[in-house]
C-alpha cells in the first residue's frame, strides 16, 4: 500500500530553518507531481509548494516564496522543503501529498496520498 510519511518538524525560533523531508514507500510516485501543505488550527489545509515529477514546475504560495524551497529525489523516494527564514506564521502540521497527475498544482483535490503531517511551530 503506498504511503508517505513526513519527518523533520519541530520547534524554532523566528529566522531559523528547518528541512522536512516526504518518505514514500509501497509504491514510487516518481511519476507523479508532488506538493506540501501546511494546516494551522482552525484553518483550512493551505497550499505551500509543487513539484512536477522530473523536479520541475515548481510553484509556490506567495507568502513562502523566496523562503521555501521543494524538491525531490526520485532515486530515494523522497521529497523535501527546505524552510528558511521561518516566521511565527509558518506555524502549521506540513503535510506531503502525491498527485493525481505527473505536475503539481495548489488544489488539494488534485492529490490522492497523503502523510499523516509534521508538526512546526515557529515562536517569535
Known amino acids: 500500500q503506498a504511503r508517505l510519511t513526513e519527518s523533520g518538524g519541530g520547534s524554532v525560533q523566528a529566522g531559523d530553518s528547518l528541512r522536512l523531508s516526504c518518505a514514500a514507500s509501497?509504491?514510487?510516485?516518481?511519476?507523479?507531481?508532488m506538493a506540501w501543505f501546511r494546516q494551522a488550527p482552525g484553518q483550512e489545509r493551505q497550499f505551500v509548494a509543487a513539484?512536477?515529477?522530473?523536479?520541475?514546475?515548481?510553484s509556490y504560495a506567495d507568502s513562502v516564496k523566496g523562503r521555501f524551497t521543494i524538491s525531490r529525489d526520485n532515486a530515494r523516494n523522497m521529497m523535501y522543503l527546505q524552510m528558511n527564514s521561518l516566521k511565527p506564521e509558518d506555524t502549521a502540521v506540513y503535510y506531503c501529498?502525491?498527485?493525481?497527475?505527473?505536475?503539481?498544482?495548489?488544489?488539494?483535490?488534485?492529490?490522492?496520498?497523503w502523510g499523516q503531517g509534521t508538526q512546526v511551530t515557529v515562536s517569535s
Open positions: 501529498a502525491a498527485a493525481i497527475r505527473a505536475y503539481g498544482s495548489s488544489s488539494p483535490s488534485d492529490y490522492r496520498s
Open positions: 509501497g509504491r514510487a510516485f516518481s511519476n507523479n507531481g
Open positions: 513539484i512536477g515529477w522530473s523536479g520541475g514546475g515548481t
